[in-house]
């Protein structure tokens, strides 16, 4: 059996689909030799490691320029990974590894994605069009491994940014060699199986944002997941759409003193204080890795002044980062410490100003502590921003009884948690009546109905917080109900929910 896909299993989808055919299986060999230059220092090589042993089976590295070719006997699982395919291709014929990866695709399950993917296939010649420069071994014969009669065009949505003239290529080819191409975005694959016909597996719950596609909906709400590495632990996080990350600062920030976490009915209070390193130690230690784990990043940006927010934004501009978030909860030092998302004019003004220095999209998050959110989002919207993201933490407050202070040392704090649920669907639901832009949906979103919920009040996508605290695998969860909602109400895509509620 083949799987070809084209950025290693970096969806839910593949992951499920994988999972199905690897009953008894338990060793995994990592092929490192598509890329001649990084090989086990390749960036993809850990996140494709944490991908096969999320699946349950051990996993060592093999490179067909070092070891024997007849050593894949001893696995079930085969994954040749992404990287140059014209070396990749040369390295095998040189070292007779055809046959044994043939074995691999008869008994057990053979993985190829991206360059790894192509040379299964009956040719690369396909990648003569796109970056003939990777051609350094001189390869004269672009005939594949004929391992299946599939061609596939991997990374294909991000390829077309890149270049607009990726699909003239494309069709262009498919003309002169009298064959069809499948593209395939990151996340996407078919499985060839000699039973059965080719089954092509789409991302089932893509959404984009703004212009920025995400695998699914789910995105790790801010200040809830940190920079992902904890988590990362538990699962890859390519199963999530995205990252939000938590709130970054022009400088390092050591937060509030303790007590600031603390329980609450249906939820929990916090006045964290935005602790963090500061953006520059953001960018040098936490986005090289993040980066890397087959997700989106979302930047969550917080200031006291519009100069902080103008400054970090900047730093943040030519870095790796998907979109960033603007954290207006915050207060504003110039205007007597009164938050920016409290008012209209307050919206606007900071909006405006990060937009004419931020050049990623830019989502700003609102604060429910207001009279009337919409008016927020129609301010936000008016001064330039390209999403929403609602509703931020309400204020509270809990006391102890016994030493009549407050709990949090802070005094009050920011509530969220299951109960905040009710109130996040009327601001969503309202403030999708007034702005074009996507809505980002949060607030007690813990299991797949509210996620459903949530999207038929009108959000594009969700944000998962405080539930992680108590069930880190929450997101797979909710995904899988979704999904399942999905198959059951004949639904193929998440904008037919989107918006979808009929009110009385």
């Known amino acids: 059996m083949i799987l070809l896909c084209s950025n290693g299993l970096t969806s839910q989808e593949l992951l499920r689909e994988a999972k199905s055919h690897l009953s008894g299986a338990k060793k995994a060999a990592l092929v490192v030799t598509a890329d001649p230059e ?10 494709s490691i944490k991908e096969l042993k999320f699946l349950g089976l051990t996993v060592d590295l093999f490179d067909f320029d070092t070891q024997p070719a007849e050593q894949l006997s001893e696995y079930d699982v085969v994954e040749l990974m992404g990287g140059n395919p014209y070396y990749l291709l040369h390295s095998i014929r040189e070292h007779h590894g055809e046959e044994a990866l043939r074995q691999i695709a008869q008994r057990g399950l053979l993985i190829g994605w991206s360059a790894g993917a192509l040379v299964l296939g009956p040719t690369i010649a396909i990648i ?16 594949g491994l004929n391992l299946t009669d599939i061609q596939i065009l991997p990374h294909y949505s991000k390829q077309q940014k890149q ?19 499948l593209r395939l975005d990151d996340g996407e694959g078919v499985l060839i199986d000699t039973d059965t016909e080719p089954k092509v597996i789409r991302l089932t719950q893509k959404v984009t944002v703004a212009g920025v596609d995400f695998h699914n909906p789910l995105i790790a709400a801010s200040g809830t997941f940190g920079f992902g ?15 939000s990350c938590k709130g970054t600062t022009l400088k390092e920030r050591p937060g509030n003193p303790p007590p ?18 500061g953006v520059d130690h953001f960018i040098a230690h936490d986005l090289p890795w993040l980066s890397h784990q087959g997700t989106r990043v979302i930047a969550n940006v917080a200031g006291n002044a ?55 999209p830019l989502m700003v998050k609102l604060s429910p502590n207001v009279t009337d959110i919409s008016e927020m989002a129609v301010a936000a919207e008016s001064a330039g921003a390209d999403a929403v993201s609602l509703i931020n933490t309400l204020t509270g407050m809990r006391i102890d009884i016994h030493s009549r202070r407050p709990i949090l040392h802070n005094n009050t704090g920011g509530f969220s948690g299951p109960a905040l649920l009710p109130i996040a669907l009327r601001m969503v639901w309202q403030t999708a009546q007034k702005v074009k832009i996507p809505i980002v949906g949060l607030g007690g979103i813990s299991t797949w109905q509210d996620a459903v919920e949530m999207l038929l009040a009108g959000a594009t996508a969700l944000q998962i917080g405080t539930v992680l605290f108590t069930d880190p695998y929450a997101p797979l969860k909710i995904w899988e109900g979704v999904s399942e909602y999905m198959t059951k109400n004949g639904i193929t895509s998440l904008s037919e929910l989107t918006g979808g509620m009929q009110p009385w």
């Open 38 to 47: 990084y090989k086990e220092k390749n960036y993809h090589v850990p996140r």
């Open 128 to 143: 003569d069009r796109y970056l003939p420069d990777l051609n350094f071994v001189g390869l004269q014969d672009r005939t």
């Open 229 to 243: 590495r904890e988590y990362g632990e538990f699962y890859p996080l390519s199963v999530l759409g995205g990252v």
């Open 260 to 277: 600031r976490v603390t329980e609450a009915p249906g939820g929990m209070l916090n006045a964290v204080g935005l602790q963090n390193p």
């Open 163 to 181: 270049d607009s003239a990726t699909e003239d290529k494309c069709r262009a080819y498919e003309q002169e060699n009298h064959c069809t191409v």
């Open 306 to 360: 519009p100069e902080d927010y103008c400054e970090t934004v900047e730093k943040l501009n030519d870095t790796a980062i998907d979109m960033v978030e603007l954290n207006i909860s915050c207060p504003n030092v110039k205007q007597g410490g009164v938050q920016f998302g409290t008012t209209v004019e307050g919206v606007y003004g900071i909006t405006q100003e990060v937009r004419k220095h931020c050049k990623k």
